[in-house]
Each structure stands twice: as structure tokens, then as C-alpha cells.
């Protein structure tokens, strides 16, 4: 497999002249690191990078590099690493025009980051889904997702990824016919790009701009925007922007009337398409390819170039991608409600075991109090019944004292009573005592 893989990385590497030459040397040096890299997040980080530098000019060869970092990264159980590998696989399918599996993979990219909030990564899975709802027209779903990673990146202080999302939100209003909400979003875009430096978004922006500038009638000023868009994407290499700024400059030559303009851009467009495989490019080229081939009389021509059209309009949304989109959408919000529903009742579930144990916390306190209150009544009961006891034998010594003491001091009047007697029986008494003195008296 990593035989097949180098070989694919080869045909990566071989990029066209007119791609820069910083970004053909860091392909060189991720291609060399990962020749010798082990299977750890390292050689994901570089299947990743790979894989998005060859997106505009080879998504073929990027849709392998991603499926071999998505197979990595499961291995490395690395919610991350899973969620990055499968957004960059998205986006090899939604260049394609494959979008049931964009979506796919963009949800799924969105269910890992949501796990472990990665906020750069919440808002790049949410940017792609408004990608993919934009080229498909729901302009309401679009501008949701978007409306989402554009908060996100602007708390982040990203102001790259804030003008590539305020560029796209320029797209759906200028969908939606609100030129000059789209107009005041390009040139809002197009400052921070400049302020910043990013090349790749001017581009884009200039394009926007002129697209813009299209849908209101001015094509002289129109051609200008979409020419400076169409210098900066060779600069830069991106073939991608250049295939759909052939387009749009082919449009407005149309609009103005110059066929022959038209249908040479629309063929530079077209090869250029055709050698990325820009299946959603390739309709619209079609589409203009048949209209200038009518006016100018061309009708098998046209008709053949229309039938071609209808392939790739119906390749892009037949009903089996229409319900296996719908089955996905549905998934995922199942799967997000059962997720919140089984957090939820897991929350729940930690509050009821935590009442439960408090009330037999408070239980036990309450048993505990008993008891101990049980033991203090027996303890003072004790004490208050010794202290009786101690008070009845205190009394009954008392009573004793007493008894003892009135027996004593009976005992002693008795015997003072009786050695009064005694007195009394051994003493003469007053008469003899008065009978004696008066006999003396006489003598």
C-alpha cells in the first residue's frame, strides 16, 4: 500500500509550470518526510497536507491520500486526526460534484470535532456543508452553516478562514438577486485578504466581485474584476479558480455579445475542467457551450453540447444521491439526538445516584444522631440515677446521723434524769435542810 501511495504522490508532484514554486518544494519535502515517517500522527499530518495541496490540481490523488490518513488516524483512535482526514476527504468529493459523500464526510468530520470541541475544526465541516448547500442552491441551509463557522472564526480571530466565509456568503446573496449585500460581503472580504496578504483569496474575491458586477449589467467592469481574478489564480496555480474564471470571463463576453470570445475562454475553461475532473464546472460550460452554438447556427453542435449538459446536471443530483443525502442528514441529526439524549440521561442518571446517595448520606446522619442521642439519654440516665443513689445512701447516712444522735442525746438525758434521782435520793431535802438551820438558830 505505501508502494501505491509514493507512486500516487509522484503523479502529485508533478504539478503543472504554473504552480508556484513554495508550494511544489513543501510538497517535496511533506512527499520526502512521509517516505520515512512511522505510523503515528506525523505521517497523518502529512497525508493531510498533501491531500490539500493537491486538491485543486489532482483530487484524485488527494482522495487517496485522505482515505489512507482516515484509515491511520482510526487505527490511532485519534478523534482529531479522524475528523481533519475525513474533512479533507469531503472535500475531495464536493470538488468532484459527488456531494452525498461530501456531506458524508463533512458530518462525520463535524461529529468528531463536536466530541472534543476543536473550534477550528467545527467551523471548517460547517463551512463545507454551506459549500455544498450553496452549489446545490438551498441557499437557507447554506447560509445556516455558514452563518455558524463565520461566529466561530471571528471569536478565533481567524481572518483568513472570516474572508474565505464572508466571500462564500457573497455568493448565496448574489443567488438570491441582494447584489449589493453581496457586493458590501466581497469588499469586506477582499480587505482582509489584501490587509493579510492572501493571494488565493484575492483571487477568489476579484471574482466574486465581478460576478457580481455581472449580474447587474456592467460587463466592461465585470471583465476587469474577473481578469485581475484570472492573473492571480496563474500566479499562484490554482487551477481550479482559473477553470471557473475562464467560465465566468466567458459569460460576460457572452452577455456583450462577443460569441467568439466567449466560446474560446469556454473552451480553455473546459479543458481545464475536464483534466481536474470539475464535474460541476464542466455543466455550466456545457450549458454556455450550447447557447452560443445555437445563436450562431451551430444546432448539432449545440445540441450535442446540451445533451452533455443534462448528463452532468443529472449526474450531480439524480433521486438515488437526492435520498442518500436525505438518509445521511437524517443520520447524523439521529445520531446527534441519541448522542445528546444518552448525555442527558447520563446527567440525569449522576443526579439521581448523587440524590440517592446524599439521602443515605443523610440517612446515616440521622441513624448516627439516634444512636448517639440514644446513647447520651443512657448516659445521662445513668448518671442522673447514680446521682439518685448517691443522694438516697447520702440520706439514709443522714437518717443513721440522726437516729444516732437523738439515741445519744436520749442516752444522755436519761442519764442526767437519773443521776438527778440519785441527787435527789442522797440529798436532804429543804425541809430537813430548814428544820437543821432553825435548831442551829435556837442553840
Not at 175 to 187: G, P
Not at 213 to 230: H, I, M, P
Request: net charge positive.
Amino acid at each position: 500500500m505505501r508502494k501505491l501511495l509514493l507512486l500516487f504522490l509522484s503523479a502529485c508532484c508533478l504539478l503543472p509550470a504554473a504552480t508556484c514554486f513554495s508550494q511544489k518544494r513543501k510538497t517535496d519535502s511533506l512527499v520526502a518526510l512521509l517516505k520515512t515517517a512511522k505510523p503515528d500522527t506525523n505521517e497523518v499530518k502529512s497525508l493531510n497536507l498533501l491531500s490539500r495541496l493537491c486538491l485543486h490540481n489532482n483530487p484524485d490523488t488527494a482522495r487517496i491520500l485522505s482515505l489512507e490518513a482516515v484509515q491511520l488516524a482510526t487505527k490511532l483512535k485519534s478523534d482529531k486526526f479522524m475528523g481533519l482526514a475525513s474533512l479533507y476527504l469531503g472535500n475531495t468529493f464536493w470538488i468532484k460534484g459527488q456531494y452525498p459523500n461530501a456531506i458524508e464526510n463533512y458530518l462525520g468530520a463535524l461529529q468528531k470535532f463536536e466530541k472534543i470541541h476543536y473550534k477550528n475544526g467545527i467551523a471548517s465541516a460547517n463551512a463545507g456543508l454551506g459549500l455544498v448547500y450553496l452549489e446545490q442552491k438551498e441557499y437557507e441551509k447554506s447560509l445556516k452553516y455558514y452563518s455558524i463557522a463565520l461566529k466561530i472564526v471571528k471569536d478565533l480571530g481567524d481572518q483568513v478562514s472570516t474572508a474565505r466565509y464572508l466571500g462564500n456568503v457573497a455568493n448565496i446573496y448574489r443567488d438570491l438577486h441582494e447584489q449589493d449585500t453581496a457586493l458590501k460581503y466581497s469588499f469586506a472580504a477582499l480587505k482582509i485578504d489584501e490587509e493579510t496578504g492572501n493571494k488565493s483569496g484575492m483571487s477568489a474575491e476579484y471574482g466574486n466581485i465581478g460576478n457580481s458586477y455581472s449580474s447587474l449589467g456592467n460587463f466592461t467592469k465585470a471583465l476587469e474584476y474577473q481578469f485581475l481574478a484570472l492573473q492571480i489564480a496563474e500566479e499562484t496555480g490554482d487551477e481550479e479558480n482559473q477553470a471557473i474564471m475562464l467560465d465566468n470571463i466567458a459569460d460576460s463576453y457572452h452577455s456583450l455579445k462577443q460569441n467568439s470570445k466567449a466560446e474560446k475562454y469556454l473552451l480553455l475553461a473546459l479543458a481545464k475542467s475536464d483534466s481536474l475532473g470539475l464535474l460541476v464546472a464542466e455543466k455550466e460550460i456545457y450549458h454556455g457551450l450550447s447557447e452560443i452554438d445555437e445563436e450562431s447556427g451551430k444546432y448539432d453542435l449545440a445540441l450535442d453540447h446540451y445533451k452533455k449538459y443534462i448528463a452532468a446536471r443529472d449526474s450531480l443530483a439524480n433521486e438515488e444521491n437526492t435520498k442518500r443525502q436525505t438518509q445521511i442528514e437524517m443520520q447524523y441529526d439521529f445520531d446527534k439526538k441519541t448522542s445528546a439524549d444518552s448525555i442527558k440521561n447520563s446527567e440525569q442518571k449522576k443526579r439521581d445516584d448523587l440524590k440517592h446517595t446524599q439521602e443515605i448520606q443523610q440517612q446515616k446522619i440521622y441513624s448516627y444522631g439516634g444512636a448517639l442521642g440514644f446513647a447520651l439519654m443512657l448516659v445521662v440516665a445513668g448518671v442522673s440515677f447514680r446521682a439518685y443513689r448517691n443522694k438516697q445512701k447520702a440520706n439514709e447516712i443522714i437518717s443513721s446521723q440522726k437516729l444516732l444522735v437523738e439515741m445519744k442525746q436520749k442516752e444522755v438525758i436519761d442519764s442526767i434524769n437519773y443521776a438527778r434521782r440519785i441527787q435527789k435520793s442522797l440529798l436532804p431535802n429543804d425541809k430537813y435542810i430548814d428544820k437543821k438551820l432553825n435548831a442551829l438558830k435556837k442553840d
